[in-house]
């Protein structure tokens, strides 16, 4: 025994001469280097420059005693001497440390948000909250010791709402990073909320859920009190106030109100008077006896509903239509006293065609009887005994002095000239464009001795009305001039690109455009009645534009005799009308 004992001693200062040797033989650790901090708060970033020529690493972490987590580069001098750290949050124990890449090597620490404020606004925006049975438990990045917080209760409202209720201070006890406070006597509702204060900054967090809530209130506004209704599994008594939100707190107003639910499942209400209904008051329910901490902060919907609103404005659109339609129903000249032309109306045919000149003669008969227009064209102007009564007609005057006349004298009045185009007239107007402008006698005998009249007049008449375009697009001068095509008879590309800077109208369609441009702009409306007169404008013309869609229907061929009707495709606008789908064939 005695021998084993002698031999461990041996062993033993064996052992501690060999660390003593190598204790000696170890080198001095080489001091931290030496470098300097450049903080941007805005851009949560820190640059770091280094005072020496050796490779370095470069970290920040959370000093909490020891430098924790955070996060590492290394930086080599010989190619840049400083390198840029980006964080997460400024934080007040955020610190820098530089040290050499050897083993063990010394570290020098800074940390540049120590004191400052701004740094403690991210405390709590970086921090969280737990939830235990009796308690909320927060944690953050930084120790709590150094950390002014404060606690208490808030009733959240909205997203971004939490107003605080009064009297709810909360202490909380402080262990590291840790601080936990007690919710044993907190009515935990959804809505109820732990509100943390630091310096400036504020967040709450609503971590109780619905399943831990103990008893229910709602409120019912009426004329001259708020009622409040309770539910309770639980005998408790309860009590009310009226209060009114002021910079996130409610300020109470009146009396408190109390009642004493009794037994399981217990009901009753509550009747809080209103004082001051302009005041647009909250209501503050509570648990006060057994008490509870926080009160609910219950406001009545004070804004008109969304039933209502729409109830007003279909009885006021209801309204407005009534008395249009009275207006409408009352009077035969609703029509013309707003859609009245009192400029007159010149009207040239491209083509004889049966379709075309009952199309023609549809539009005249609508601009003329029911707008009150003075309508001339060829086919009403044929004697001066014509209807029209427009003074000398085509027979006495021939085609083209009574159509330069006319031209004249409807732009002299400030008249509209409506050039209507078929697929005839591109065929004229290409044998026009060939053969240039004709002298008049050329034109008068264009016709041939064996043409009916209507051939002999429309075609020449046409011909002629295609030098004024062509004079009025010289002159750059518009002089009220309209193409217009029918549905079905004609299409916008069948009108020479020249002529398509003229406004192009296709009938039915385009009819209330029309109407607007040959009733004129009304500068007697004031700006505020505009809006109206526009809409009536808009119901009035497409009124006569389903009269003209009508008139042009009961116009069209229909053939019980063994007549043939034969169906041309429709082009141009929509919807197509039936007549101007179809065209006669005589056999």
Same mark, same amino acid.
């Given at each position: 025994m005695f021998f084993v004992v002698e031999l461990a001693f041996v062993i033993f200062l064996s052992t501690l001469d060999s660390f003593q040797t190598t204790k000696t033989r170890e080198k001095p650790r080489a001091p931290p280097p030496k470098f300097h901090l450049s903080v941007n708060g805005t851009s949560k970033s820190i640059l770091v420059t280094v005072e020496t020529e050796r490779e370095v690493k470069i970290r920040w972490c959370y000093q909490h005693g020891i430098c924790v987590e955070g996060h590492s580069i290394t930086l080599n001098p010989a190619k840049a001497t400083s390198a840029l750290l980006s964080l997460p949050h400024v934080l007040p124990c955020i610190c820098v440390q530089v040290y050499y890449t050897s083993t063990d090597a010394k570290r020098n620490s800074m940390c540049p948000f120590v004191d400052s404020l701004n740094a403690a606004r991210d405390v709590l925006p970086s921090s969280d909250v737990a939830l235990y049975n009796s308690s909320l438990r927060w944690k953050s990045l930084c120790p709590t010791k150094n950390l002014q917080i404060s606690a208490s209760l808030c009733w959240k409202h909205q997203a971004q709402l939490c107003t605080r209720v009064s009297n709810t201070t909360l202490k909380g006890t402080k262990a590291g990073s840790v601080i936990t406070y007690d919710t044993s006597s907190v009515d935990k509702h959804p809505q109820m909320c732990l509100q943390l204060s630091l310096h400036q900054s504020q967040r709450s967090f609503c971590n109780f859920t619905a399943d831990m809530s103990t008893w229910e209130a709602f409120i019912e506004p009426s004329q001259r009190s708020v009622f409040v209704h309770l539910r309770s599994p639980a005998s408790a008594a309860f009590s009310a106030q009226l209060c009114v939100l002021r910079n996130e707190r409610c300020a109470a107003r009146g009396a408190i109100v109390s009642?004493?639910?009794?037994?399981?499942?217990?009901?009753?209400?509550?009747?809080?008077?209103?004082?001051?209904?302009?005041?647009?008051?909250?209501?503050?329910?509570?648990?006060?006896?057994?008490?509870?901490?926080?009160?609910?902060?219950?406001?009545?919907?004070?804004?008109?509903?969304? #039933?209502?609103?729409?109830?007003?404005?279909?009885?006021?659109?209801?309204?407005?239509?009534?008395?249009?339609?009275?207006?409408?129903?009352?009077?035969?000249?609703?029509?013309?006293?707003?859609?009245?032309?009192?400029?007159?109306?010149?009207?040239?045919?491209?083509?004889?065609?049966?379709?075309?000149?009952?199309?023609?003669?549809?539009?005249?008969?609508?601009?003329?009887?029911?707008?009150?227009?003075?309508?001339?064209?060829?086919?009403?102007?044929?004697?001066?005994?014509?209807?029209?009564?427009?003074?000398?007609?085509?027979?006495?005057?021939?085609?083209?002095?009574?159509?330069?006349?006319?031209?004249?004298?409807?732009?002299?009045?400030?008249?509209?000239?409506?050039?209507?185009? #078929?697929?005839?007239?591109?065929?004229?107007?290409?044998k026009w464009k060939e053969m240039g402008r004709a002298s008049d006698e050329e034109m008068k005998t264009c016709g041939g001795?064996?043409?009916?009249?209507?051939?002999?007049?429309?075609?020449?008449?046409?011909?002629?009305?295609?030098?004024?375009?062509?004079?009025?697009?010289?002159? #750059?001068?518009?002089?009220?001039?309209?193409?217009?095509?029918?549905?079905?008879?004609?299409?916008?590309?069948?009108?020479?690109?020249?002529?398509? #800077?003229?406004?192009?109208?296709?009938?039915?369609?385009?009819?209330?455009?029309?109407?607007?441009?040959?009733?004129?702009?009304?500068?007697?409306?004031? *700006?505020?009645?505009?809006?109206?007169?526009?809409?009536?404008?808009?119901?009035?013309?497409?009124?006569? *534009?389903?009269?003209?869609?009508?008139?042009?229907?009961?116009?069209?061929?229909?053939?019980?005799?063994?007549?043939?009707?034969?169906?041309?495709?429709?082009?141009?606008?929509?919807?197509?009308?039936?007549?101007?789908?179809?065209?006669?064939?005589?056999?």
């Open positions: 009642v004493r639910l009794e037994g399981k499942d217990g009901a009753n209400t509550l009747a809080v008077p209103l004082h001051d209904i302009a005041d647009r008051p909250c209501v503050q329910v509570w648990r006060s006896d057994p008490a509870l901490q926080g009160r609910r902060i219950l406001c009545p919907d004070y804004s008109p509903s969304k #039933s209502s609103l729409i109830a007003v404005a279909a009885l006021f659109a209801f309204t407005i239509l009534v008395l249009l339609v009275i207006c409408c129903r009352s009077s035969a000249r609703c029509t013309a006293d707003w859609l009245h032309i009192q400029e007159p109306v010149l009207l040239v045919c491209s083509s004889d065609q049966p379709p075309q000149i009952s199309a023609v003669s549809a539009l005249a008969s609508v601009l003329q009887g029911e707008l009150g227009a003075t309508v001339h064209m060829t086919l009403w102007s044929k004697s001066s005994g014509s209807p029209s009564g427009s003074g000398a007609g085509v027979a006495d005057l021939g085609p083209l002095p009574w159509l330069y006349g006319q031209w004249d004298a409807v732009q002299e009045a400030d008249g509209s000239i409506l050039i209507i185009w #078929s697929p005839e007239a591109k065929q004229v107007y290409r001795e064996d043409e009916d009249y209507d051939t002999a007049v429309i075609r020449p008449v046409f011909t002629a009305a295609l030098s004024c375009l062509k004079g009025a697009l010289q002159e #750059s001068k518009s002089q009220r001039v309209s193409i217009v095509y029918f549905e079905g008879l004609g299409h916008r590309k069948d009108i020479p690109k020249p002529f398509r #800077s003229f406004p192009c109208y296709c009938i039915p369609q385009h009819f209330s455009g029309l109407l607007q441009e040959l009733a004129g702009k009304r500068s007697n409306v004031s *700006s505020r009645w505009r809006c109206w007169t526009r809409l009536l404008l808009k119901m009035l013309s497409l009124k006569l *534009s389903r009269q003209l869609q009508r008139r042009l229907t009961m116009l069209s061929p229909e053939t019980n005799d063994g007549g043939t009707v034969a169906k041309t495709k429709a082009i141009g606008c929509s919807p197509l009308i039936s007549y101007l789908r179809r065209t006669r064939v005589e056999t």
